[in-house]
């Protein structure tokens, strides 16, 4: 009976850290702020669309993407701090308004967390059931 217990308490706490990880997404700038293409990221009307503590892909002019929260928005660059997987990583990193070629806002994906949200609950149901050695009906 130890066992089980320990085994459903696995499963819910796997299947719970699923649940909470919402679903994000990346939105192109031009769509968000309903601008043509390509943007002049040099333009002072554009750098005071930058928000702070926001999460922004950034792909730079030699083609890398960097994941930049925003701390500061300068006259001519962006400063912030690098994520990657997850993590912040240490130090301020400047990205200059010149080098940048595409920038995407980091937004939550509300139909596909609901969607995660619904299936984590419904396996939830199945596993218990299945532990507790229950027939299933779907």
Do not use: W
Not at 3 to 22: A, D, E, H, N, Q
Not at 38 to 64: A, H, S, T
Not at 117 to 131: P, Q, R
Request: glycine share 6%; charged share 30%.
């Amino acid at each position: 009976m130890k066992g089980l217990r320990f085994k459903m308490f696995s499963y819910l706490i796997v299947i719970g850290s699923v649940l909470f990880t919402s679903c994000v997404t990346y939105k192109d700038f031009s769509k968000t702020h309903k601008m043509a293409k390509p943007i002049d990221y040099m333009g002072l009307e554009v750098q005071k669309l930058f928000e702070i503590d926001k999460v922004y892909r950034i792909q730079l002019d030699d083609n890398r993407l960097i994941d930049l929260r925003v701390k500061e928005v300068r006259e001519d660059r962006l400063m912030g701090v690098q994520k990657k997987k997850g993590t912040e990583l240490q130090g301020m990193l400047e990205i200059p308004f010149d080098r940048i070629l595409l920038v995407e806002k980091k937004t939550i994906n509300p139909i596909g967390t609901v969607i995660l949200a619904i299936g984590s609950f419904y396996l939830v149901t199945i596993l218990i059931e299945l532990i507790r050695g229950d027939s299933i009906q779907v």
